[in-house]
């Protein structure tokens, strides 16, 4: 593939145009790791999360964790650190009503296609951080969700070629002011407050995506239970679509889509998103002072 020079941003954050050399090598498969970023008495970092639950090691990658990373040496016991958000998106792109039962309880037909709608990277928190409710709404709901991350500058992906442009998998919450959504008729406002995009708890490199249990709870209680495979659109139907519309950049993150169960959450409350073979994202709520 070509990309325009332009509308390319080097993996660091800088402006300056991407190498075609640096292109290829983010086309490089990342070795099975799985990848999340800290905060550790020494600063922040992207790491490679490894051994036995609850005696985990994080590794600090050099720079970025695109193509093949490097490491640094140092290390820390992942207890000692903190889980950030486990990466710096342009942009989050989400996809509405990819659940046939969701559309349902949403009062509505499943759509032929995927729509697709974007939240503000302002919006991104990562675990443990509180989802904070707008003083504005009335009513601000989880969404569970199986988010994918991109590993490589791309447009005009075949849904056969998904796999190549993946870094990875984590999980999403896409927190809504239901009250806004429905009373402004498009979603940006009610799907793109400060808090309201939840993802971590780290990225799974080597994962199958295709039926996977997804589960959200609100104090401990199953509020939803579904398994990817009910997907209307799959992963790569997906990257398809949406890089059809608009280039995708290392680190973009799309949220493939909420199974029934929504509902609402309230101040004092901790939400929790577990998906098999990843793992568990819970936020506390709060009200916004």
Known sequence: ???????????TGSAKPVSRRLRHRWCDSVATMRLGRIASPD???????EGED????????????????TFTGR????ADTRLLAPILASKVICIGKNYAAHAAEMGGEAPENPVIFIKPNTSIIGPQVPILRPKSSDRVDYEGELAIVIGRPCRDVKASAAKDVILGYTIGNDVTARDQQKADGQWTRGKG???????????ETELDPSD?????????????????????HDVGEIVEWISAVMTLLPGDVILTGTPEGIGPMDAG????VTIEGIGTLTNPVA???
């Open 43 to 49: 600063g922040v970092a992207f790491v490679s999360i």
């Open 287 to 289: 009200d916004r002072g």
């Open 193 to 203: 407050h400060d808090t309201f995009c939840p993802l971590g708890p780290w990225i």
């Open 212 to 232: 996977l249990e997804i589960r959200t709870e609100l104090d401990g209680e199953v509020k939803q239970r579904s398994r990817t495979s009910l997907l209307l």
């Open 75 to 78: 290390s820390w016991p992942l």
């Open 1 to 11: 593939m070509e990309y325009d020079d332009h509308i390319l941003k080097h993996p």
């Open 54 to 69: 609850g005696a985990e090691t994080a590794r600090e990658i050099a720079e970025h964790p695109f193509g093949t990373p």
């Open 269 to 272: 409350q901790k939400v929790s």
